[in-house]
Each structure stands twice: as C-alpha cells, then as structure tokens.
C-alpha cells in the first residue's frame, strides 16, 4: 500500500547545481500537487496537475519546472537551486481533475542548497 | 488579502488536560476547511473536512467545529501520541483551481 512515494527523502546541494525530486502514487489520482514547507510558514503550492499533460503553476513557482506525462508520476525539477530553496518539499495527490476531499501527502523531501 | 491563522503557535498539555486550537482565516467563496495532523519527518494526515458554520466531526479524543470565522479543534484528554503539529487548512477557487491555503500550524506536546 504504497500512495505517494517521494524520492530522495534528503538531498544537499551546490548553489547553481539543478536536480529532480521523483513523486509516484499508485491510486490513480488526476490531481498532483507539489508543496514547500518552511519554518513558521504554512505549507504553499509550487505546481500542480490535473491530469496527464496539464500543469499549472501555484502560488511560488519560480524557480521549478515540473511536467506529467503519465498519471503516476509527477517530477519537480529546481533548475539552478538557490539558498532560498532550503526547505521540505511535500508532493501530494486527489482523487478528481482538482483538489478533491483528501489529499494524500508523501513523506517529504529535505533539500539543504549551501 | 486571503489568510489562515492558527493559534497558539505551540501549546504544551499535561495528560488528560483538555485544550483547543484555533483556526480562523478570512477567504473569500470558502469551499472547505481541513484539519491535518503532521508527525516530525513525515507528511500530514488528514483528520477532517467541515463545509459549513454550524458543522462538527469527531475522531476518538478530536473534535473539529467550524463558524464562519474560524474553527476549533477539540482535544478531550489528550494522552502523549496525540503530541504532533496540527495543521488547518481551507479550500477557495481562485485563479482558475480549487486552492489550499493553510496555516503555519499548532505544535502540540501532551507529556505524562
């Protein structure tokens, strides 16, 4: 019983370097979100995607790229990671084409940018 | 400006002392307000779903109320594995989607 499933769970990184961040779920679900969180903030939406072939940009995007050309899977890539993209990333899945009732979250990604 | 504030930021019980958590927010078009729990290193779990004032779901010692202003999350004799963040977050359409905004989160410690 899987669900979403995060790759690497921790990650350090150059200033500069680019890397991506693997997000699978096995229950089918349209939609797929990707999230940071930072101390004292709450969590905030980097992408997301309602479906195969459709992402759409959130509320901090700059700076990641994602895509989705398959239900399963949704990478977000940081091309040239900056000190600022310090932080715990959350990738999430709903069923329906938007955020439906549950959202299921993985078990975060700690990236440290020096 | 759409925002969700939850209080106190941390909040320490002894066990069996029972307490409750804040949430208000101001959205405008609010679509749902939810309550995650989130273990240190892992991600949140979801508790509950509340769509309109007036509305109340319970899970053993949790109990989760909704006005229009603001939740509040019950706790009845918490025992120390309720110790966790409590995060709340609440769903509007904006820009085209079903968003989520959510608190920075209550950090609770139930000690024996």
């Known amino acids: 019983n899987a669900g979403v499933t995060q790759t690497p769970k921790f990650q350090v990184l150059k200033t500069g370097q680019s890397m991506t961040l693997q997000c699978a779920q096995d229950m089918n679900h349209e939609y797929m979100s990707w999230y940071r969180q930072d101390p004292g903030m709450g969590l905030r939406l980097i992408h997301y995607s309602v479906g195969a072939g459709i992402t759409d940009q959130g509320e901090v995007p700059n700076g990641y790229n994602v895509s989705r050309s398959t239900t399963e899977d949704f990478p977000l890539r940081l091309l040239s990671a900056a000190p600022s993209q310090t932080s715990v990333y959350f990738c999430a899945s709903a069923p329906g084409g938007q955020a439906g009732n549950t959202i299921y979250f993985g078990e975060g990604s700690w990236l440290t940018v020096v | 400006e759409d925002q969700v504030t939850q209080s106190p930021e941390a909040l320490r019980l002894q066990e069996g002392e029972s307490s409750s958590l804040n949430c208000s927010y101001t959205?405008?078009?609010?679509?749902?307000l939810f309550w995650y729990r989130q273990d240190p290193g892992k991600g949140p779990e979801f508790l509950f779903t509340?769509?309109?004032a007036g509305e109340e779901k319970e899970k053993e010692r949790l109990k989760a109320t909704l006005t229009k202003k603001e939740s509040f999350l019950h706790i009845t004799a918490p025992k120390p594995e309720d110790s966790a963040t409590y995060l709340c977050?609440?769903?509007?359409?904006?820009?085209?989607?079903?968003?989520?905004?959510f608190g920075a989160g209550t950090r609770l410690a139930v000690h024996p």
């Open positions: 977050a609440v769903r509007m359409f904006s820009g085209g989607y079903n968003k989520l905004i």
């Open positions: 509340l769509y309109s």
């Open positions: 959205v405008s078009g609010l679509r749902g």
